[in-house]
């Protein structure tokens, strides 16, 4: 007696064909790209530095409700690749101290998780696939495994790119929660710092902008010595 043929898959129409392409890892990654490049156009032509020397909209400004509207503005900024130092000055020379320091670190929270959130859906799929390197590799893990304290060391190392730590912590397997907190704890010490400095602008021989000139200083000639010195270290390996 013969044997049954063996069933075929039945060919994918046209339509599934496109979907399964479009919904791909490197198609969602190409898109996130464009997402990203499209963002980065649009803050240059904005060009938000114009804050630092024309300040906030006259007929933005008023209150609390002006201070919300800059942390989501700052937000979408930090995704678009614009500097946090420049948003931080920003944020004290237009609110002062205590509400220039609650909008900078709401806009930070804010544009690390819209970061976060798009590179874990557009772009983990397919960068999962690059951990080849043994550095890469290790760099994972420790995100992975032992989320929250690497993302705090991250964020208080001022030497670490912002958007650079936004999107290796979406690649790994971290958490989102343990993600937000330690962004929002990690940050206060330098986004202060730039914070006051931007409120106490003013005056320059002031204790205030002299301690946060101070610590901005030593906090960077520090992250310096570090990269020099893991540098060096590869380097000899």
């Excluded at 900078?104 to 798009?118: E, H, I, P, Q, R």
């Excluded at 202060?192 to 931007?198: F, I, L, R, S, T």
């Excluded at 893991?230 to 380097?235: A, C, E, I, S, T």
Aim: glycine share 12%; hydrophobic share 55%.
């Amino acid at each position: 007696m013969l044997d049954p043929a063996p069933a075929t898959r039945p060919a994918l129409g046209l339509s599934a064909r496109c979907t399964r392409a479009l919904f791909s890892p490197w198609s969602r990654f190409s898109l996130l790209v464009a997402v990203l490049l499209a963002a980065a156009t649009t803050m240059l032509l904005l060009k938000p530095q114009r804050l630092l020397s024309s300040g906030w909209p006259a007929q933005l400004s008023g209150g609390a409700a002006a201070v919300v509207l800059f942390g989501l503005a700052y937000g979408v900024c930090t995704v678009a690749f614009v500097p946090r130092p420049l948003l931080n000055l920003a944020a004290g020379a237009l609110f002062g101290t205590q509400a220039g320091l609650a909008a900078a670190l709401a806009g930070t929270v804010l544009g690390a998780g819209v970061s976060f959130g798009l590179g874990r859906v557009l772009g983990q799929d397919a960068l999962r696939t690059l951990l080849r390197g043994r550095w890469m590799r290790a760099a994972d893990g420790q995100l992975s495994r032992h989320g929250f304290r690497s993302m705090l060391a991250l964020r208080l190392f001022p030497g670490v790119p912002f958007a650079a730590a936004n999107y290796c912590a979406a690649v790994s397997r971290m958490g989102y929660p343990p993600f937000l907190v330690a962004t929002g704890l990690g940050s206060i010490p330098n986004t202060a710092a730039y914070v006051v400095a931007g409120s106490e602008a003013s005056s320059p021989t002031s204790p205030a902008f002299l301690a946060a000139m101070g610590f901005i200083v030593l906090t960077g000639l520090g992250a310096a010595v570090v990269a020099w010195r893991r540098r060096h270290r590869l380097g000899a390996e």
